[in-house]
């Protein structure tokens, strides 16, 4: 499985964004989905997730703010970012939950939010 993640750039805070992660190869091994985001000196954090029959979850911190969802026709899942805060400025990366357990990483996309 490969992920391309694409979307980042400069927004204003109280803009919107919209990532999305593009799955390739095998499909049918993937079990999960999620977005991952590291802001600078800090840790990496799950913000958001979506099962393989589509169910979300949303970290506390984003919700009623982000939405994840997918289009399967694509094999692409999306992350869309509203009210947008400086806070969430960071490099986001998608992750896919595989069945033989080693799962795969997309590239990093970088959002940068100014006050």
């Known amino acids: 499985v490969q992920l391309q993640a694409s979307g980042g750039g400069l927004v204003q805070a109280g803009g919107s964004l919209r990532l999305s992660c593009a799955a390739s190869g095998t499909i049918s091994d993937i079990n999960r989905v999620a977005w991952y985001r590291q802001a600078p000196g800090k840790q990496r954090e799950l913000v958001a997730s979506?099962?393989?029959?589509?169910?979300?979850n949303h970290t506390n911190s984003v919700k009623g703010r982000f939405d994840i969802s997918r289009n399967s026709a694509k094999d692409t899942v999306y992350l869309q970012m509203n009210r947008l805060e400086p806070s969430d400025t960071g490099v986001y990366s998608c992750y896919a939950f595989t069945t033989d357990g080693y799962g795969s990483w997309g590239q990093g996309t970088l959002v940068t939010v100014s006050s």
């Open positions: 979506i099962t393989r029959d589509g169910t979300p």
